[in-house]
């Protein structure tokens, strides 16, 4: 049984796994840790058994949480503030860490990166862990390679919670699609195309234009287009419901507790993509 902690379990995100890996027979979670409803039973916040009545414990205590329950794997979909801080000390601690939660820092990324090498505590990073979406990763780039001309622009719709925008995957898309041309990001991207009332911007080109989009319950939307003279291409991903993103972090938590080289993996890895 893969010992499991879980940050979170009581955000969209969070609640999902939980369930999932509570009527998984090779996951057993040790323990919950959240800021919010600490001291409740997690069983009067989820809709599956929960057989080891689990209490939701203060994450500030995450040191002797770890010291007792010794988990091998935590997985997080939290705010990037709580993950900086929290899956540090996971690795610290030797655990290996899931990482879904989106706007993570580089300076952040680059400690950690160092920390999974030096502590032996390999660990996956993704902004989205929908096998589409991680399809998208794979052929976004090879597309633009063949339509290096055309004008691309990304566009992305989400719930009105969310509280980064543009979202980590259309970032991630912009980033394979700039390094496919030879490109760096920071040198293409546009973020919007408007200053507000009565100043109006120009579209300009060897651009890629990011658009986000906020409303409503909407889970998850990308939409890459290629528009070129008299045509166009549109690569679009829909999230139908967030079941997606859990799969796909169940899948992570149960490639990493065997992964070898202590370094930080990607979805693309664990689907064999
Ligand atoms: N990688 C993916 O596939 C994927 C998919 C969906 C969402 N996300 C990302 O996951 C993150 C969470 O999204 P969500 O919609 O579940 O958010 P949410 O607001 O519903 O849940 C966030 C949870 O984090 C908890 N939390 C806040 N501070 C904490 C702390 N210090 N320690 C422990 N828990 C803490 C909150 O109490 C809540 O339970 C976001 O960054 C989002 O962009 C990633």
Not at 78 to 86: D, G, L, P, R, S
Not at 136 to 141: H, L, M, R, S
Not at 145 to 166: N, T
Request: some cysteine; proline content about 2%.
């Amino acid at each position: 049984m893969i010992k499991l902690l879980i940050f979170g379990p009581t955000g969209s995100m969070g609640r999902l796994i939980t369930e999932l890996a509570l009527k998984d027979n090779e996951i057993q979670i040790v323990a919950v840790c959240d800021i919010n409803n600490v001291g409740t039973t997690l069983q009067s916040l989820i809709a599956v058994e929960d057989k080891n009545k689990l209490i939701i414990e203060d994450v500030n205590n995450l040191q002797q949480i770890i010291e007792k329950t010794k988990p091998e794997v935590a997985v997080d979909f939290t705010i990037a503030k709580a993950t900086e801080k929290n899956c540090m000390i996971c690795v610290e601690n030797g655990v290996r860490c899931i990482i879904g939660t989106t706007a993570l820092t580089d300076e952040f990324l680059k400690k950690f990166s160092d920390l999974v090498k030096k502590n032996n505590a390999p660990a996956v990073i993704s902004p989205n862990m929908a096998t589409g979406v991680n399809l998208i990763f794979k052929v976004a780039g090879i597309l633009a390679q063949y339509l290096s001309d055309w004008d691309i622009e990304i566009i992305e719709a989400h719930h009105k919670r969310k509280l980064d925008s543009p979202s980590g995957t259309a970032l991630k898309i912009g980033k394979i699609i700039a390094e496919s041309l030879g490109k760096s990001l920071e040198t293409v991207a546009k973020f919007g195309r408007n200053k507000g009332l009565n100043k109006r911007e120009v579209g300009a080109k060897n651009e890629i234009g990011f658009h986000a989009i906020r409303g409503g319950d909407i889970v998850g939307d990308h939409t890459i287009l290629y528009a070129g003279p008299g045509e166009r291409i549109e690569l679009k991903h829909q999230a139908h419901s967030r079941m997606c993103f859990a799969e796909g972090a169940i899948k992570a938590i149960k490639f990493i507790v065997n992964a070898k080289e202590n370094k930080i993996y990607n979805t693309n890895e664990i689907l064999g993509l």
